[in-house]
């Protein structure tokens, strides 16, 4: 069988390569293969196969780089710990992406734990993935397409089974994913799947703790579900894919008031076109956004702009009794004050446009024409009429600055 985005000289190669040890060509391209489509690396657009070996997997690349032409094998990190090598090369003026892996098993200590992976063989490695579709493999030797799980088959009727009884026991995160198939593929849960994720998610939210105890959710777990919504959001067509989880219940595994939010895709969609990360204005719908940032790892900037936020709803909290309270509206001034307060952001600001934390008129007056407004002097004008350089020009510029804007209208 002929893959498509393989070169020649890597196709006899891993031909070659394949008479000593075993190597099949697994995951997403067989599976893309069966469905007609080209299977690509989506952020370079590039061919991206996955590779599993009976043995060592660095052993295999080895093998390969003295097998291609000299120079063709551009990069290669290992990873020992998973018993797998990412590999860059470039033939004929093509770029292709590898990913090599040592053919493993793997069990669960505990729901959600990382799994414990020992070398394998290839039906094991098969037989650990996350639904049928993708545990077709193709022999490069002999040119067979292994399927003991029925893959094709779901194929064929456009489904999503689950491969084991307590998949999404085991690791939650893969309802993420199947989302992302569903709206990148047009296909639907089976029934016995749909049925699990209902009684997995019946059990949640686990309580998340460091621990290891049955019933709770380790750290591990949250950073995998991060790192699956951040492919979702990233790499497919997100709304469909979110809106999928949501009938699913799977919105859930993050916060029960992001699965009951019916405007996250404004939420979303106003984050893209502000530049707003996708996943901090998912975050933001939580009932609590830091604690969930905080149990999904989310990167440091992203933990920081939220806590920015959370400041800034509490300043403008106080401001909304004086909008339309015995003291009168909130001047330009008050508002200023609010949003360019110390630790502060401009993207704060932007974060609550986005999730409607305060009347939308001001803060985009802020956005577009206040924070640009300046003293109507400098403070080298200052300094040439007679001020010292210190705390006190600093008061005045403020004090000059508050003076123009009591000319603006809130």
């Known amino acids: 069988m002929d893959v498509p985005g393989i070169p020649q000289a890597l196709a006899q190669a891993l031909a070659q390569a394949a008479s000593a040890q075993r190597v099949a060509l697994v995951g997403g391209a067989v599976r893309d293969l069966l469905l007609h489509r080209v299977h690509n690396d989506p952020w370079r657009g590039v061919p991206d196969l996955d590779l599993v070996a009976d043995g060592s997997a660095i052993a295999l690349v080895r093998r390969l780089e003295a097998l291609l032409p000299p120079g063709a094998l551009r990069a290669a990190q290992e990873h020992g710990a998973y018993g797998t090598v990412e590999v860059?090369?470039?033939?004929?003026?093509?770029?292709?992406?590898?990913?090599?892996?040592?053919?493993?098993?793997?069990?669960?200590?505990?729901?959600?734990?990382?799994?414990?992976?020992?070398p394998g063989l290839l039906a094991d490695d098969l037989a650990r993935r996350d639904f049928s579709i993708n545990a077709i493999a193709l022999d490069l030797a002999s040119g067979e397409l292994l399927d003991p799980h029925g893959g094709q088959a779901d194929l064929q009727r456009r489904e999503l089974r689950l491969l084991h009884p307590h998949s999404l026991r085991d690791d939650p995160s893969r309802l993420v994913r199947g989302a992302r198939y569903a709206a990148r593929l047009g296909f639907r849960l089976e029934a016995g799947s749909h049925e699990q994720a209902r009684r997995t998610l019946a059990a949640w939210p686990w309580a998340w703790h460091s621990g290891e105890r049955p019933g709770q959710a380790p750290a591990a777990l949250g950073t995998r579900l991060r790192m699956e919504f951040e492919l979702l959001l990233l790499r497919e067509p997100w709304?469909?894919?979110?809106?999928?989880?949501?009938?699913?219940?799977?919105?859930?595994?993050?916060?029960?008031?992001?699965?009951?939010?019916?405007?996250?895709?404004?939420?979303?969609?106003?984050?893209?076109?502000?530049?707003?990360?996708?996943?901090?204005?998912?975050?933001?719908?939580?009932?609590?956004?830091?604690?969930?940032?905080?149990?999904?790892?989310?990167?440091?900037?992203?933990?920081?702009?939220?806590?920015?936020?959370?400041?800034l709803r509490q300043r403008l909290a106080a401001l909304q009794p004086a909008a339309g309270g015995r003291g009168g509206p909130a001047s330009v001034a008050d508002w200023c004050s609010a949003l360019e307060a110390p630790g502060g952001s401009p993207e704060a600001v932007l974060l609550a446009l986005i999730t409607g934390t305060a009347p939308r008129r001001p803060l985009l007056r802020w956005w577009l024409r206040w924070r640009h407004l300046k003293a109507p002097h400098t403070s080298a004008e200052l300094i040439a009429r007679g001020m010292r350089p210190g705390p006190a020009l600093g008061a005045e510029l403020r004090r000059l600055r508050q003076e123009r804007l009591a000319l603006e209208r809130p």
């Open 239 to 311: 709304p469909a894919a979110l809106a999928i989880l949501q009938d699913w219940g799977g919105l859930t595994l993050l916060d029960a008031r992001i699965q009951a939010d019916r405007h996250w895709r404004r939420r979303l969609q106003w984050a893209g076109r502000a530049g707003v990360p996708l996943m901090v204005a998912l975050v933001a719908g939580a009932a609590d956004p830091l604690a969930l940032a905080e149990r999904l790892q989310l990167p440091h900037r992203q933990h920081r702009l939220l806590a920015q936020w959370q400041e």
């Open 88 to 118: 860059e090369l470039r033939l004929d003026g093509q770029t292709v992406l590898l990913d090599v892996a040592t053919a493993r098993r793997e069990t669960y200590p505990q729901p959600g734990e990382n799994p414990r992976v020992v």
